[in-house]
């Protein structure tokens, strides 16, 4: 069961080529369970998820985010977004670990899927918001691409004994 998580967090990659394939309810559903079994600080959950299956409403969003042209052909987008009102202080760090939690499991599910940063940019943060209908005080801090992949990249770690530190700096 170990290697099967080591292996799952190794085959973890940004997959940017999708198939028609929709993704299934249960499918979408899995996703947000294991998003929200993240850790949060103060067990706060300033998360909130908005699903995007709609084609207008993902060509729209791929229009918009520079980075993000990968939703023309993606069948599902979730937002990750943080409500400040709830944590102000740690609602990044929260979401980041929701966000990667629901990557991990799109990985295990064997779909394919890529994180496109949203928030720090204020642009992109009113754009999203306006796309998705998000209001102040939640703000969305990224928009993740999700798909039956249509491109395989190896497993791989990115290991680098030059990083690590040990006891001090």
């Known amino acids: 069961m170990a290697k099967e998580l080591i292996d799952t ?8 080529r999708y198939t028609e394939e929709p993704v299934s309810e ?3 559903k899995t996703l947000l369970e294991a998003a ?3 850790p949060s600080a103060s067990n706060r959950k300033p998360w909130h998820f908005v699903v995007v299956t709609e084609r207008e409403t993902l060509d729209r969003l791929a229009e918009a985010h520079k980075y993000a042209k990968m939703l023309h052909e993606a069948p599902l987008c979730i937002s990750v977004c943080g ?3 709830v944590s102000e202080r740690f609602w990044v760090q929260d979401c980041s670990a929701a966000t ?3 990557l991990l499991a799109a990985t295990a599910l064997g779909l394919g899927a890529v994180w ?3 928030y720090p ?5 009113e754009t999203m918001s306006k796309i998705l209908g998000i209001e102040t005080p939640v703000v969305p801090l990224n928009i993740i ?3 039956h992949p249509a491109e395989e990249k190896e497993p791989r770690t990115q290991y680098d004994e030059g990083r690590v530190h040990r006891e001090k700096w």
């Open 9 to 16: 967090i190794y085959s973890r990659r940004s997959i940017r």
């Open 100 to 102: 990667e939690n629901l």
């Open 121 to 125: 940019s204020q642009q992109r943060v």
């Open 26 to 28: 249960e499918q979408i």
């Open 116 to 118: 496109c940063g949203v």
């Open 83 to 85: 409500d400040q009102s």
């Open 36 to 38: 929200m079994a993240a």
């Open 145 to 147: 691409a999700i798909g």
